[in-house]
């Protein structure tokens, strides 16, 4: 006779290995990182993940990244995937991690894209090189995930719709739809203030700053305060640095105001200009750094034509032996 618990005994259900697929999966995708720190992790993997392992990965590959930035560069391509999630929570907590790493690990100047380009076809040393690809990708991935965030902001619920039968919705769940289309809107809104605020000498800048002008504008208030709330942390900061922000955004509010009649602006539209801090020392200052990097710049094209000089006479006179 066969025993009845061999006969009886059942497998495991579908929640229940899918589940262990999971586990399995976010054990396996954290010993690949702990061992080959360079992988890549697929994207379809990263799909499989319930979002508490999707957390985790954005939390672990973001301290990653902060901690040796030349070495984990790479892995901000997983985080910009989990910046297209379709859970709002993981899309949410993407972004603005990857705001944070971006604020921490973005060099104090301007990268010259072009002038990267041409030195890295020229001969340079490895640790010259190295920069230099750090920078160039860096970049990259910062003009990507700006325009990620612009594409969240500029998000209307007919996206959210498309392909699907929209005759056939209740008008509950077209407000659903639009509800979640606002909250993609304030978080791309939410990322590029905070990307502004810590990186307002970086790549990019008159672009989002003339995307945050133009949301004091918006029909919905949570955006407008949004964007008021960080035009005036600008205007009213006597830091000489914020400057050129200031015209830039005094530029971009005199471009709306030529644009459309006063009764269709907001009523608060006007008010940042009253927080302005553009004295004369504000000014001055800014001038002041700006003849001193302008006369940096002309001693640096001075010595370089003088090396250029130097250089060309040596091949005259070896020429002229020959």
Same mark, same amino acid.
């Given at each position: 006779?066969?025993?009845?618990?061999?006969?009886? +005994?059942?497998?495991?259900? !579908? +929640?229940?290995?899918?589940?262990?697929?999971?586990?399995?999966?976010?054990?396996?995708?954290?010993?690949?990182?702990?061992? %080959?720190?360079?992988?890549?992790?697929?994207?379809?993997?990263?799909?499989?993940?319930?979002?508490?392992?999707?957390?985790?990965?954005?939390?672990?590959?973001?301290?990653?990244?902060?901690?040796?930035?030349?070495?984990?560069? #790479? #892995?901000?391509?997983?985080?910009? !995937?989990?910046?297209?999630?379709?859970?709002?929570?993981? &899309?949410?907590?993407?972004?603005?991690?990857?705001?944070?790493?971006?604020?921490?690990?973005?060099?104090?100047?301007?990268?010259?894209?072009?002038?990267?380009?041409?030195?890295?076809?020229?001969?340079?040393?490895?640790?010259?090189?190295?920069?230099?690809?750090?920078?160039?990708?860096? &970049?990259?991935?910062?003009?990507?995930?700006?325009?990620?965030?612009?594409?969240?902001?500029?998000?209307?619920?007919? *996206?959210?719709?498309?392909?699907?039968?929209?005759?056939?919705?209740?008008?509950?769940?077209? +407000?659903?739809?639009?509800?979640?289309?606002?909250?993609?809107?304030?978080?791309?809104?939410? @990322?590029? @203030?905070?990307?502004?605020?810590?990186?307002?000498?970086?790549?990019?800048?008159?672009?989002?700053?003339?995307?945050?002008?133009?949301?004091?504008?918006?029909?919905?208030?949570?955006?407008? %305060?949004?964007? *008021?709330?960080?035009?005036? /942390?600008? &205007?009213?900061?006597?830091?000489?640095?914020?400057?050129?922000?200031?015209?830039?955004?005094?530029?971009?509010?005199?471009?709306?105001?030529?644009?459309?009649?006063?009764?269709?602006?907001?009523?608060?539209?006007? %008010?940042?200009?009253? /927080?302005?801090?553009?004295?004369?020392?504000?000014?001055?200052?800014?001038? !002041?750094?700006?003849?001193?990097?302008?006369?940096?710049?002309?001693?640096?094209?001075?010595?370089?034509?003088?090396?250029?000089? /130097?250089?060309?006479?040596?091949?005259?006179?070896?020429?002229?032996?020959?």
């Amino acid at each position: 006779m066969k025993s009845s618990f061999k006969r009886n +005994k059942s497998k495991p259900s !579908h +929640k229940e290995s899918e589940g262990i697929t999971r586990i399995k999966a976010f054990t396996l995708l954290n010993s690949m990182l702990k061992k %080959d720190p360079r992988a890549v992790i697929p994207n379809d993997e990263i799909d499989a993940l319930d979002l508490e392992s999707k957390a985790k990965i954005i939390e672990q590959i973001s301290q990653f990244i902060v901690t040796n930035p030349e070495t984990n560069l #790479h #892995h901000i391509q997983t985080l910009q !995937h989990l910046c297209e999630d379709n859970s709002v929570i993981i &899309l949410k907590m993407a972004c603005m991690s990857l705001t944070e790493v971006f604020k921490d690990i973005t060099p104090l100047y301007d990268i010259n894209e072009t002038m990267i380009k041409h030195d890295l076809q020229t001969q340079l040393s490895k640790e010259d090189r190295k920069q230099y690809n750090f920078e160039y990708n860096l &970049l990259q991935h910062y003009k990507k995930f700006v325009s990620n965030c612009v594409f969240l902001l500029r998000m209307r619920d007919k *996206n959210l719709l498309k392909g699907a039968p929209v005759d056939k919705l209740t008008k509950e769940q077209r +407000k659903e739809f639009q509800k979640m289309a606002n909250e993609f809107n304030f978080i791309g809104l939410l @990322c590029l @203030c905070e990307l502004l605020k810590k990186l307002h000498h970086f790549n990019l800048r008159k672009e989002i700053a003339t995307v945050i002008i133009r949301k004091k504008t918006s029909r919905l208030t949570p955006m407008r %305060d949004l964007a *008021n709330q960080t035009i005036n /942390e600008f &205007l009213k900061d006597p830091n000489p640095s914020y400057f050129e922000i200031k015209t830039i955004i005094i530029a971009g509010i005199a471009k709306i105001c030529t644009k459309y009649p006063e009764k269709k602006l907001p009523n608060d539209f006007y %008010d940042c200009l009253l /927080e302005m801090d553009l004295t004369i020392n504000v000014v001055n200052a800014y001038q !002041h750094d700006r003849n001193n990097n302008e006369e940096d710049q002309d001693e640096l094209r001075k010595a370089r034509k003088k090396k250029q000089k /130097e250089v060309a006479k040596e091949i005259e006179r070896v020429t002229k032996k020959g």
